[in-house]
Every structure is written in C-alpha cells, then in structure tokens.
Nanobody
Framework: QVQVVESGGGLVQPGGSLRLSCAASRLTFSAYTMSWYRQAPGKERELVAAITTTGGTNYADSVKGRFTISRDNGKNTVNLQMNSLKPEDTAVYYC?????????????WGQGAQVTVSS
C-alpha cells in the first residue's frame, strides 16, 4: 500500500516561515512528479508547486518568489519551504504523487497538513 505522509504544518505569524515535508513509501519515487496543493475553507483545491522527475519546477503565481519546492530521491521526500507567509496562505496543504502511464495515470494523496498564518 502506497503511503504519502505530510508533516511540518502549524501556526505562524505573517512574514514568518514554515517548512512542509512529505514522505512517500512503497512506490518508485523517482518516477513520480511530486506536487503540493492547498485548500482553504470554502475554496477549491489549488496547485501550489510541483517538481518533475527531472527536477523542473512550477509555482502558482501567488507563491512565486516566496515558496521553494525540492525533492530528495534518495530519501523519498519532497519539501516545501514557505517564506514571507501571508494570511491568505492559510489552508490545508496536501502532498500529491503523480505518474503518467501509457493509458492511465496514478495519483496518491496525503492526509493534509494545516497551515495557519495569523497574528
């Protein structure tokens, strides 16, 4: 059974930093694009950042220059460094592992980590 587990959420003041980590097991980690999504109350889940199997990255416009995604294929982990946090970054953050196959795709999700930005 594939497992995707997030850690590192919490409460932080505006302007502060947090680092989210995601550990995936029982899959060929290096073959998966890893992404962070978030969902705020009353809003749809949105892509925050993604990192491909070759290390290419993609960010939502709202977090460019503030968030950095990275992966460690040796440890099967992906991290999201979040700096200069704003109240509007408050959401549940989900880690996603995605692999495209010839005629289908595989997607695995973590349980989510709450991030609250408030003074």
């Amino acid at each position: 059974q594939v497992q995707v587990v997030e850690s590192g959420g919490g409460l932080v003041q505006p302007g502060g930093s947090l680092r989210l980590s995601c550990a995936a097991s029982r899959l060929t980690f290096s073959a998966y694009t890893m992404s962070w999504y978030r969902q705020a109350p009353g809003k749809e889940r949105e892509l925050v950042a993604a990192i491909t199997t070759t290390g290419g990255t993609n960010y939502a416009d709202s977090v460019k220059g503030r968030f950095t995604i990275s992966r460690d294929n040796g440890k099967n982990t992906v991290n999201l460094q979040m700096n200069s946090l704003k109240p509007e970054d408050t959401a549940v953050y989900y880690c996603n592992a995605h692999r495209r196959l010839s005629e289908t795709s595989l997607d695995y999700w973590g349980q989510g980590a709450q991030v609250t930005v408030s003074s």
